[in-house]
């Protein structure tokens, strides 16, 4: 069990920043509340220079891995990917911002009223914002996950593991988060484990005692 104990790092109204690091092994933690922008707005205020540097690494890293895609999967001589728009920021940003007119229809309000609280206070735009949370949707991410309960444990418990496989050179990892949410409209506290900038959750934990994973539907042979 990891057992240090959480260095405060600064507060705002709503919110509440901290980092639990020991040695090199660091997660960030944030604790906020009130209504799904109040939330956003407080964790935009206390990551405001890392949400710009996590923007702009995110861009720089990914427009340079698609265009690497198409000229070393598809052997595209570069200038001519370049050309046609391929590897080109427009194309990969396109691509992210056709899923989320895909996705928009069936998100719940208050995501898109936390992005908007978070673009208002750490100066990022609302769009990038968007686009970032639609990469795992482009790529179609999934992890490692296991299930264990019953005669499966020790003692007869209920045991959840979810691994983040994630690029593990992506300038992402730079800050890993844990996010407490405490709402004011209706709904649990709640912890939601992932990186910056990333709120949906596919980690997290509820104070109703209820958590989730993503779930990998392998088809059958």
Known sequence: MYTVEPKLLGYVQNGTKYVIKNDTTY????????????MG??????????LQEQVS????????GFVDKYVNDYHIPLFIAKYIGWGDDYV??????LNWRLAEPYTPPRFIDEMRGIAAASGVEYKQ??????????TRAHCTIVGA??????????VQLRALDWDNVMPINKFPLITI????QGGHAFANIGYLGLIGSI????????AISEKVWIPKP
Do not use: C, R
Not at 57 to 64: G, K, M, R, V
Not at 92 to 97: M, P, R, T
Not at 129 to 138: K, S
Not at 181 to 184: A, C, E, F, T
């Open 57 to 64: 690494n995110f861009y720089a890293y990914l427009l340079q």
């Open 181 to 184: 949410y405490q709402p004011s």
């Open 27 to 38: 997660v960030y933690v944030v604790k906020v509340k009130g209504t799904p922008y109040d």
């Open 41 to 50: 707005y407080a964790y935009g205020s206390l990551f405001a220079s890392e």
């Open 149 to 158: 309960w019953g005669k499966a444990t020790s003692d007869d418990s209920l």
């Open 92 to 97: 990969f940003k396109g691509l992210l911002d």
């Open 203 to 210: 980690t997290a934990f509820s104070s109703a005692q209820i």
């Open 129 to 138: 914002l968007v686009q970032i949370n639609m990469l795992p949707e482009l």
